[in-house]
């Protein structure tokens, strides 16, 4: 890899990779967009990624975007998928080739242009969380740089105490599942306060008399699972935020530097062995590629192993973008998923 991510000292250099998750509707690209408007301001343009295929309008510029290299609705077309299976499919297509995103994303490390970079997910949180390729796609990126995961949770949407107990358990389940350090960002505090979802993460006594208030048959479960959930709570890190006034983006921004560095301390160690054990299944795979050739006619055929190496003359890493190779793009207006990636002039 062309970025070298390992300082002397061991520890991963930048850029500390955000991974963005949200229930459906509750803020995310909003959120991503803010976010990229605050930092530009504060002379920090994040390097931008857009991992959501079925996303028709974007408000932000992405730096690599999944929909210049996988066209989601012909992939619904061609394997005849409905929306939430095309979007897996879409992203099972695009993590074979993520490697060469991480290539790119070292150059930004070598040439020190963002300090943070941001992967916006689909709005179908469980297409991201649940699936081989959002897993592959996490490994990836944690086995390489900090990385840290922001879960966006709409305040507005979570008043209800079954909700609320809903959307912990889903952030919990993906923390377990992630093992990365893990920022909430209480979205949309500029039309509900945030007071009472912070007193319901505290005082068990509150949230359980907000809970006497619900006559759903949920209610004895959710008090049940309220307990267990304590010791999520205590451990952990959460910031009220409007992405769309843009409030407590500085303390939201201290919380990433402080994940950072509980990622160096307390995760870099694990993660670097995955990295290793990836190194050396790569090592074999390329091996035996290396052997069948030997042993082949000899005719000098040309193998394309998708490898990104260089970029164009006069280009800026950050106004690069992933895009299919020539011959891969279909003639239809759609498009068609391709298997390879090439950069655009
Ligand atoms: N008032 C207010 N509205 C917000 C805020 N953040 C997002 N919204 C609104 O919430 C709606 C959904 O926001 P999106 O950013 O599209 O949410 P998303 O999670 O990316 O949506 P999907 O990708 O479709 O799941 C939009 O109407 C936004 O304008 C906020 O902080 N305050």
């Known amino acids: 890899m062309d970025g070298e991510v390992e300082s002397e000292n061991g520890t991963m250099k930048s850029p500390v990779c955000l991974i963005v998750l949200g229930m459906a509707g509750s803020g995310k690209t909003t959120f991503v967009t803010k976010l990229d408007s ?3 301001q504060h002379k ?9 295929p079925a996303c028709k309008n974007m408000p932000y510029k992405p730096n690599i975007d999944i929909r210049d290299s996988v066209r989601y609705k012909q992939v619904m077309k061609k394997y ?3 929306p939430n299976g095309a979007i897996v499919t879409s992203l099972n297509l695009y993590s074979t080739k993520f490697n060469q995103l991480l290539e790119l994303l070292g150059k930004v490390n070598v040439e020190n242009t963002h300090d943070i970079a941001v992967i916006d997910t689909p709005g179908q949180i469980e ?62 505090c500029d039309i509900v306060d945030p007071t009472y979802a912070i007193e319901w993460m505290h005082d068990f006594e509150a949230f ?4 006497e208030k619900e006559t759903s048959y949920m209610s004895n479960l959710t008090r049940t699972m309220a307990l267990t959930l304590d010791e999520f ?7 009220p935020v409007s992405s769309l006034t843009g409030y407590n983006f500085d303390e939201f921004l201290k919380m990433v530097d402080t994940a950072a560095d509980e990622f160096q301390r307390e995760y870099r160690v694990e993660w ?4 290793k054990e990836k190194l050396q299944t790569e090592i074999t795979q390329l091996n035996s590629k290396l052997n069948s050739l030997a042993v082949s006619s000899g005719e000098g055929e040309d193998i394309n192993l998708g490898i990104i190496s260089s970029l164009s003359a006069g280009r800026e890493i950050s106004d690069v973008y992933l895009a299919p190779m020539a011959n891969e793009i279909s003639d239809d207006s759609e498009g068609e998923e391709v298997s390879g990636f090439n950069l655009n002039d």
């Open 80 to 82: 005849h998928l409905g």
């Open 208 to 211: 359980s008399d907000a809970i």
């Open 38 to 40: 605050y930092l530009r």
């Open 44 to 52: 920090r343009p994040p390097y931008l990624v857009n991992l959501d």
């Open 272 to 275: 670097e062995k995955v990295r």
């Open 233 to 239: 709570y205590n451990e952990l890190n959460y910031v």
């Open 127 to 188: 297409v991201f969380t649940w699936s081989a390729s959002g897993q592959i796609i996490t490994e990836c990126l944690a086995s390489t740089f900090p990385t840290v995961v922001v879960y966006v949770m709409d305040l507005e949407r979570s008043t209800s105490p079954v909700t609320f107990m809903s959307n912990m358990l889903y952030a919990c389940s993906v923390l377990y599942k992630a093992k990365l350090p893990f920022i909430i960002v209480l979205n949309k």
